[in-house]
């Protein structure tokens, strides 16, 4: 248990990051000379290191929150600046981001269960009442579906434009669900629970036409990254509204500035696996390849993604790892 006593000589420390907080606030990162630079740089270094002392503690939650944020504050002033290199990409996305997406697990998992409860519900609003996926989907599709014909048949033949086309729908439903989370999360869940509902009423409609086969032969190879893909996406709307609604010891202001940037940093990840799941499903996903052989690919797909989330960073450097 984090003693009284440490909690009192650590103080005037985070107290005086706060100070030098306020003076990058006033003037900048010029403002400050060599020797205040370097005290930033220790005193960052050092609060670290408290942070992980106190997380020890199950009784020390308010003071973890409050050194959680701190450094979140100040790993934003100190990264700011920095260009971005090639080199420096390839690290976000081989070390780094995995590590942020493990930290803010908790959000994209609450995201992540909406959308399979939207999907359960319109499961079972259609197995019950088979008139409701008419209502839903509208006529048109139904009566595709009903004749036995995947609606993904308009793909083949341009695929390069339906690619295109794919990827900035995917994006785009992706950052309203990240952008959303500044109306208080309504917008996320809502876009969660939503698109949840949809998967539900169409995965129910294709099985009570015996069309189940094609169609998740046809969602897997690109769904195991696009579904988890925006998944990710609402889990930063969450982390954004959490930072608008519960801004503990900071300010509502300083709060969504840290909040922000850890959302952002999260919603930018999803980019390129956006991209890929683009490519997949105008070029592979519609393709007459074997039904079985899309499904092997798809579950070695989702294998090497769970390995990266899970795995890759784990030995990178502490200092994003500290941020929440």
Not at 167 to 178: G, R
Not at 203 to 225: I, K, R
Not at 256 to 269: D, K, M, W
Request: proline residues 4%; contains cysteine.
């Amino acid at each position: 248990m984090i003693s009284t006593y440490w909690l009192k000589r650590r103080q005037p420390h985070w107290s005086r990051l706060e100070e030098l907080l306020a003076d990058v606030k006033r003037h900048g990162l010029q403002g400050l000379g060599r020797n205040e630079l370097r005290e930033l740089g220790l005193l960052y270094r050092q609060t670290a290191t408290d942070l992980s002392a106190v997380r020890a503690d199950p009784t020390s939650n308010q003071q973890a929150r409050y050194l959680n944020q701190l450094l979140g504050r100040v790993h934003n002033i100190i990264y700011s600046g920095q260009k971005t290199t090639v080199k420096s990409v390839f690290r976000f996305y081989l070390h780094e981001y995995p590590r942020i997406f493990r930290r803010l697990l908790p959000y994209t998992s609450a995201a992540a269960g909406l959308f399979i409860a939207g999907a359960l519900i319109g499961m079972a609003l259609t197995l019950s009442n088979p008139e409701f996926m008419h209502d839903f989907l509208g006529s048109r599709m139904v009566a595709t579906i009903e004749r036995h014909e995947m609606w993904t048949h308009s793909i083949v033949g341009i695929e390069p434009q339906s690619s295109s086309a794919i990827m900035t729908n995917n994006l785009s439903v992706s950052f309203v669900a990240f952008a959303s989370g500044i109306v208080a999360g309504l917008g996320t869940l809502y876009m969660m629970f939503y698109n949840g509902l949809m998967l539900g009423v169409i995965g129910a409609a294709c099985w009570l036409n015996n069309m189940s086969d094609q169609l998740w032969s046809f969602v897997a190879p690109h769904g195991v990254l696009e579904l988890p893909a925006i998944c990710i996406a609402g889990g930063a709307g969450l982390r954004l509204a959490r930072a608008l609604l519960f801004p503990g010891a900071l300010s509502r202001r300083d709060s969504l500035i840290a909040g922000g940037a850890e959302a952002s940093r999260l919603i930018v990840g999803v980019i390129p696996i956006l991209i890929l799941a683009g490519i997949l499903e105008g070029f592979f996903s519609p393709s007459a390849v074997r039904i079985s052989f899309k499904f092997l690919f798809a579950a070695m797909l989702l294998s090497g993604f769970v390995l990266y989330l899970w795995g890759a960073g784990r030995s990178a450097d502490e200092p994003v790892s500290e941020i929440r």
